[in-house]
């Protein structure tokens, strides 16, 4: 277990609205990643952060921005949600694995913008 | 453009053969590949992976194939079970760490695997 908590698990919002969505770890992992995953599009990378106030983006971050204030926790915001945002978002951060890191994954928040 | 293509998205196989799920990749940088499975409502969990001076890379029941000069890569399940079926999803990155390390990933390939 990576000690890793996504909250909300679930949310149902309206076109327009602010969300946030919080990744919480608990193993003082410096990568972390928010990925989002829909049906014919597999997983792909929003944005990701190697330390703390230290990020990137990445393939899909339009209409998305992230903080990271603290080691610990790595916040996904969408300013204006749309329902093209309706999506399942996954929080990962990196674990060694035989030498060799790996992506582990949360459970995921599953967003409804409606 | 998809740099990780994985062709099929679906497979059926009965229990106890093998299951083979292929995975195609164009980006010639990518050295490090890995195999996630995930089952509805959970998130994604490692299953396997291989690194570019490696073509083979065994364990238990998985084993992973790699052909860098096909840039085609496989993951075989021997024998398959029922709590095999699952979406798995293949994998890349340039590198296996560091402050550049992230994944680019297939559209995923949902397995069923039949009692």
């Known amino acids: 277990d990576a000690g890793i908590t996504q909250s909300p698990r679930h949310k149902v919002t309206e076109t327009g609205t602010p969300v946030t969505l919080r990744c919480h770890q608990t193993?003082?992992?410096?990568?972390m990643y928010w990925y989002r995953q829909d049906p014919g599009h597999g997983l792909r990378l929003i944005h990701y952060?190697?330390?703390?106030?230290?990020?990137d983006k990445g393939e899909v971050s339009d209409g998305y921005s992230v903080s990271r204030s603290k080691t610990e926790d790595f916040l996904l915001t969408l300013e204006s949600a749309t329902s093209s945002q309706t999506s399942v978002y996954f929080c990962?951060?990196?674990?060694?694995?035989?030498?060799?890191?790996?992506?582990?994954f949360g459970a995921g928040s599953r967003l409804t913008v409606l | 453009d998809q740099q990780v293509k994985q062709n099929s998205p679906s497979l059926s196989v009965q229990e106890g053969r093998i299951s083979i799920l292929n995975c195609d990749y164009t980006?010639?940088?990518?050295?490090?590949f890995l195999w996630y499975k995930k089952y509805p409502a959970e998130g994604p969990t490692f299953l396997i992976s291989?690194?570019?001076?490696?073509d083979k890379n065994e364990d238990g029941r998985f084993t992973v194939f790699l052909n860098k000069s096909a840039k085609h890569l496989s993951l075989h399940i021997v024998p398959s079970q029922p709590g095999d079926s699952a979406v798995y999803f293949c994998?890349?990155?340039?590198?296996?760490?560091?402050?550049?390390?992230?994944?680019?990933f297939g559209k995923g390939t949902l397995l069923t695997v039949n009692p």
């Open positions: 990962a951060i990196t674990q060694d694995f035989s030498g060799a890191n790996v992506l582990t």
């Open positions: 193993e003082n992992h410096r990568y």
């Open positions: 952060s190697y330390g703390v106030k230290d990020t």
């Open positions: 980006n010639s940088m990518f050295d490090y």
């Open positions: 291989i690194s570019s001076i490696k």
């Open positions: 994998a890349a990155s340039e590198g296996s760490g560091g402050s550049n390390y992230k994944l680019t």
